[in-house]
């Protein structure tokens, strides 16, 4: 009996039992979703890239 359930990552789905990723559908989403946090927590907050001047006149 198979028991497929949606990845947390790309939503794919995948069965469970037969999944080393599990809750990911692969390494892929696990690395992802690993990074993903990873570099959220070691997010260095940069200069805000504002764009300014957007009424500006054309030719
Ligand atoms: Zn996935």
Redesign the pocket.
Known sequence: MKREVP??????R?EWSDNPWRP???E??KVIDLGGWLSEENAIPGEAAEISGADAPKH
């Open positions: 990845c947390p990552r790309c939503g794919a995948h990911f559908c692969s892929r989403c």
